[in-house]
């Protein structure tokens, strides 16, 4: 669990405003879910025999013995709020973004506190749903920067019978194998085989080469909805690689599954992943309910722009020096009337007192593009001394009356879209 510090949030915040930005053109709403819930809420949606349930989950007994667990991931959640509140009588398009928590070993890209942006949809089955997600998820690495550096993995894992008499061929060609699989896989092989696909022993995997195809045992509904999806990818110039091994970590998942993946972050290759769920809503007693969504990983989407040396910096326009205490109680109201006026503007007051030379070593320090001076012929001529801290601008001495029409230009000049 680490601390995000402060010249590590600008590019947060960038990345932050760009997501709410898509979003909302897409017509997603924000809804605002508990880090907390209980334990039998993650249990019963992402699986009992998941490694997030049986080894990941931060859980605990509280002072009325009710087993709680911090969230590990925000499906569960925002499905449990559908039905409490009865969100799923209608069409929804939901998103959330905030911390969740799993017990695993941390390393780049990958921590115990971590934080995910969610998007959820609710009410619509068919496979323009599942585009729409994935089109959305593909403007927002364009409007990062990122979209060069991802790959869209895809794949169908077909309803619950499908997946049914799959699990039933694939146990009964790892079984004659089992001394060749790794320990993880043995063990799955009891309780979660589909999960075994997803082994990252090299062994595992070589032995997987001969082993049957999911796709092979998909109905035929279920097949002609999965070329519908991709026949609509490739009219939206989507490239993608359909991957018959992915099945996700989750056990609520059904039909469409998706990833995008980078090769710029080593083992963590993952940075967005989902797909359907279309038999959670009822899980939790509400009435059947098509869904699908995705998830992002928030650390890794900023290790690869910080890969593509993408910054942002958020430095003030204004740094604000102050000659003595009678030039700094001059300068409060002036101030206070600028940010009314101009709310766009970033003004840092000097506090402490001090010299100018230490004042100007401050505002300097602060990347601040200029300095404004109050000192005592300023005061007493009411005028203000501009100082270009970034350019080679000639400094300048106004009247206050015209410091308004000075900042109006620079603003017009400089946050122009």
């Known amino acids: 669990m680490v601390d995000i510090l402060p010249d590590d949030t600008p590019l947060w915040q960038s990345m932050e405003t760009a997501a709410l930005e898509v979003l909302s ?72 973004m905030g911390p969740m928590f799993r017990y695993e070993r941390p390393q780049k890209g990958r921590q115990r506190q971590f934080h995910q942006l969610g998007v959820e949809a609710f009410g619509v089955a068919t496979p323009d749903q599942d585009v729409e997600l994935i089109a959305l998820s593909r403007q927002l690495w364009r409007r990062l920067g990122v979209d060069d550096a991802l790959q869209l993995e895809i794949n169908s894992i077909g309803s619950a019978a499908d997946r049914a008499r799959y699990r039933e061929a694939l146990v009964e060609y790892l079984s004659g194998h089992r001394d060749q699989l790794d320990a993880d896989s043995q063990r799955r092989l009891d309780t979660n085989p589909l999960r075994i696909l997803d082994s990252k022993s090299p062994e595992t995997q070589a032995l997987l080469e001969s082993a049957p195809v999911l796709s092979e045992y998909l109905d035929t509904e279920t097949q002609a909805e999965f070329a519908a999806l991709l026949s609509q990818l490739d009219l939206l110039g989507i490239t993608y690689g359909v991957n018959p091994r992915l099945v996700r970590g989750l056990d609520y998942y059904n039909k469409t599954v998706f990833e995008w993946t980078t090769d710029r972050l080593g083992a963590q290759s993952t940075v967005c992943g989902g797909g359907r769920y279309d038999t959670l809503v009822s899980t939790f007693g509400g009435k059947d309910t098509p869904a699908a969504g995705f998830a992002v990983g928030l650390e890794r989407l900023i290790l690869l722009m910080q890969s593509l040396d993408i910054t ?47 004042q100007f070593k401050r505002a300097d320090k602060s990347g601040a593009a200029w300095a404004l001076v109050y000192g005592e012929d300023e005061v007493s001529a009411s005028q203000v001394t501009l100082k270009p801290l970034r350019t080679d601008a000639e400094q300048q001495t106004i009247a206050d009356g015209e410091l308004a029409t000075f900042l109006a230009g620079y603003l017009a000049e400089t946050h122009s879209v």
């Open 312 to 358: 942002v910096t958020a430095p003030a326009d204004l740094y604000v020096v102050t000659a003595d205490a009678n030039a700094y109680r001059h300068s409060l109201p002036r101030l206070d009337a600028l940010r009314r006026q101009f709310p766009d503007l970033d003004i840092v007051q000097h506090l402490g007192g001090g010299s100018f030379k230490r």
């Open 25 to 96: 053109s897409y017509g997603y709403a924000e809804i605002r879910l508990p880090i907390i819930e209980s334990t039998d809420l993650f249990a019963r949606s992402i699986g009992e025999v998941t490694d997030i349930v049986e080894k990941e989950m931060y859980s605990f007994a509280d002072r009325n013995d009710d087993s709680m667990t911090l969230r590990p991931e925000g499906t569960a959640g925002c499905v449990r709020a559908m039905v409490q509140h009865n969100l799923a009588l209608t069409t929804q398009r939901l998103w959330y």
